[in-house]
């Protein structure tokens, strides 16, 4: 069975432009969640998306935004990209909405670079 | 692909010696905790959780240690070998729903031959 598919992999964008990263949950898995985890630290929680409505938000601008599919793969759109953008974007999946008891399986992100 | 937490602290240890990683958590409040793994360039792994109602839990070759009153976190591997060389993440659940992780800094362990 496939894990949690992200892309792109790795792409650069220049400061001011947009950028949109996608994840694939693995199959049957109803709840998203994106996370970003700049070089040197822990990932920090953004989203998280079940059943296509957003359930939890990070402390983070309203320059990001997300939405989940009726197929549960999900989108996290970034506007107005900064220097500090630049990061590994992880995309996690799972069977619930609460992750307690819940494993959560994480995809191999995407690496964004702004420059 | 890039390698994640360059500047960690670092925990190098002899291969087959035990490791303890620890970690110290922000929320008394927390009611669940998560141990990651995370081997360069990729997402982290699960290794092993625990609630606030346990204060040790085994796994395979690990154990997680939960001391509440100072608020820390241990992570201990048994017989360390060379794939365990890895980012080693705790992180602590919080939301109003229980819906997001908060991960502490990360700890670079290092299997010596």
């Known amino acids: 069975d496939a894990g949690v598919t992200q892309s792109p992999t790795h792409l650069i964008k220049t400061r001011g432009q947009h950028v949109t990263l996608r994840c694939s949950p693995i199959?049957?898995?109803?709840?998203v969640s994106w996370y970003q985890q700049v070089l040197g630290q822990g990932p920090q929680f953004i989203f998280q998306y079940y059943e296509k409505e957003e359930r939890g938000r990070g402390n983070f601008p309203d320059r990001f935004s997300a939405r989940q599919f009726p197929n549960y793969s999900s989108e996290l759109n970034v506007n107005a990209l900064l220097l500090g953008d630049s990061a590994l974007y992880l995309c996690?999946?799972?069977?619930?909405?609460?992750?307690?008891?819940?494993?959560?399986?994480f995809g191999e992100g995407s690496w964004l670079t702004v420059v | 692909g890039e390698s994640v937490g360059l500047h960690l602290p670092t925990l190098s240890v002899q291969e087959g010696d035990n490791s303890i990683i620890n970690c110290a958590y922000s929320?008394?409040?927390?009611?669940?905790f998560i141990w990651y793994k995370q081997e360069s360039g990729k997402g982290p792994q699960f290794i092993i959780d625990?609630?606030?109602?346990?204060d040790k839990r085994q796994g395979q070759r690990v154990t997680v240690l939960l001391n509440k009153t100072v608020k820390h976190l241990s992570l201990q591997i048994a017989a360390t070998q060379p794939g365990d060389s890895a980012v080693y993440f705790c992180a602590e659940l919080l939301g109003d729903y229980g819906q997001n992780f908060v991960f502490g800094p990360g700890t670079r362990l290092s299997v010596l031959p």
């Open positions: 199959s049957g898995h109803k709840s």
């Open positions: 929320n008394s409040a927390s009611d669940y």
């Open positions: 996690a999946s799972s069977l619930r909405q609460a992750m307690i008891g819940n494993t959560i399986y």
């Open positions: 625990i609630r606030s109602n346990m």
